[in-house]
C-alpha cells in the first residue's frame, strides 16, 4: 500500500523502510528505462523538427534514433550518464516515498482528512517530489549532459563534470532549470500519485490469498496514471532539459542546430517563436513509453520490497 493507511492490520512502515523500497525501486526501474530515456533527451534537444514524414533533424522517429546511436556510438550509448542517472534514481526514490509516508500519516493525524483520498495523495505526491527535486537537482543536471554528449565527449568522468562544471559555471550551474523543474514536478507527480489511487479503487481489491494479482494491479495502475500525467506535464520537462544543457553547445554542435536561452521565459517564446506548439511535444512518444515503464515499475516494485522489508 502506498501512503499511510489507518486501516491497515500492520503498522505504518518505518520511514528508514520507505526509504530503503524506494531508492531499490528506483535502482531496478532506471536500469530498464535507460535506452528510453537518452532517446528522449535527444529529441527533446533538437531544435530541428522531429517528424518521419518530413525529416529535418538528425533524429526523426524512435526506432529510426535508436539505429542511429547504435551505429554511430555503440550500445553503451544507451547508458549514457546511467552512474550519476542511478544516483539520482536511488536518491530520489528515497527522499519521495519517505517524504509521502511521513506526509500522508501527518496529514490523517493533524488534520480532518482522510489519508486514503485521491486529493490528499495529489497534495502530498507533488511536495514530496519537490522536496526530492531540490535534493537531487545537480545528479539530474549531470545526467542530462552526460545523455546529450556525443563524440568526443566533454565529459569524461563523472568526477571530471562535476569539477568543469563547478569552474566554469559555480555552483548555480548544478541547478539549471530548477524553476520549470519544481513547476512541473509538483502537478506531475501529485497525478501520478492521484491517478494511482483512482485506478486501483476502480480495479477493487486483489484477491486476498494472491500476491501476483496484487502486484500487477500495481503495475497496470502505476503505467496508466504515469501516461496520463507525463501527457498533462511534459512541456515544463522539455523546458527543463533545454535550459539545463545552457553551456553546454559545444558537444551539441554536431547534432544540428543550438540555442543559448536567457532563462525560462526566453526559453518558453523561443520554442514558440522558432519551433510553434509542436516544438514542446518533441519527444513525447518515447517519454511516455518511458513514463508507462517508468512509473508502473516504481510503484510495481516499491511495493514489492516494501511488503519483503515488512514480512521480514
Request: include cysteine; charged fraction near 15%.
Amino acid at each position: 500500500m502506498v501512503g499511510y493507511d489507518p486501516g491497515s492490520k500492520g503498522a505504518a512502515p518505518a520511514p528508514e523502510d520507505a526509504a530503503l523500497s524506494g531508492s531499490a525501486a528506483g535502482m531496478v526501474t532506471r536500469a530498464l528505462i535507460s535506452p528510453l530515456d537518452v532517446i528522449k533527451i535527444r529529441f527533446q534537444l533538437q531544435i530541428e523538427r522531429v517528424s518521419s514524414q518530413n525529416p529535418e533533424g538528425k533524429y526523426w522517429g524512435l526506432f529510426q534514433a535508436s539505429r542511429c546511436i547504435l551505429a554511430e556510438e555503440g550500445l553503451p550509448a544507451f547508458w549514457k550518464g546511467h552512474v550519476p542517472a542511478q544516483l539520482l534514481s536511488v536518491c530520489f526514490g528515497a527522499v519521495q516515498f519517505a517524504s509521502f509516508e511521513f506526509l500522508t500519516e501527518m496529514t490523517h493525524k493533524s488534520t480532518a482528512y482522510d489519508s486514503q483520498t485521491a486529493g490528499v495523495h495529489f497534495v502530498c505526491g507533488g511536495l514530496a517530489a519537490c522536496s526530492a527535486t531540490v535534493a537531487c537537482q545537480p545528479l539530474d543536471t549531470l545526467r542530462t549532459r552526460f545523455a546529450a554528449q556525443g563524440e568526443p565527449k566533454v565529459y569524461h568522468s563523472l568526477r571530471h563534470a562535476v569539477s568543469t562544471m563547478y569552474r566554469t559555471e559555480g555552483a548555480l550551474g548544478f541547478y539549471c532549470g530548477l524553476a520549470p523543474t519544481l513547476v512541473a514536478v509538483f502537478p506531475y507527480a501529485g497525478l501520478q500519485f492521484f491517478f494511482y489511487k483512482v485506478l486501483k479503487n476502480l480495479m477493487g481489491p486483489p484477491p486476498k490469498d494472491s500476491n501476483v494479482g496484487g502486484n500487477l494491479r500495481s503495475l497496470v495502475c502505476g503505467s496508466c496514471a504515469g501516461v496520463i500525467s507525463k501527457t498533462m506535464t511534459y512541456p515544463f520537462d522539455l523546458i527543463k532539459k533545454r535550459l539545463q544543457v545552457g553551456g553546454f553547445e559545444e558537444a551539441r554542435a554536431h547534432f544540428g542546430q543550438v540555442r543559448k536561452y536567457g532563462g525560462f521565459v526566453d526559453c518558453v517564446s523561443q520554442i514558440a517563436r522558432e519551433e510553434g506548439l509542436r516544438g514542446f511535444l518533441k519527444g513525447l512518444s518515447p517519454s511516455l513509453v518511458k513514463a508507462a515503464v517508468s512509473t508502473g515499475f516504481t510503484f510495481f516494485w516499491y511495493e514489492f520490497f516494501l511488503n519483503a522489508i515488512q514480512n521480514l
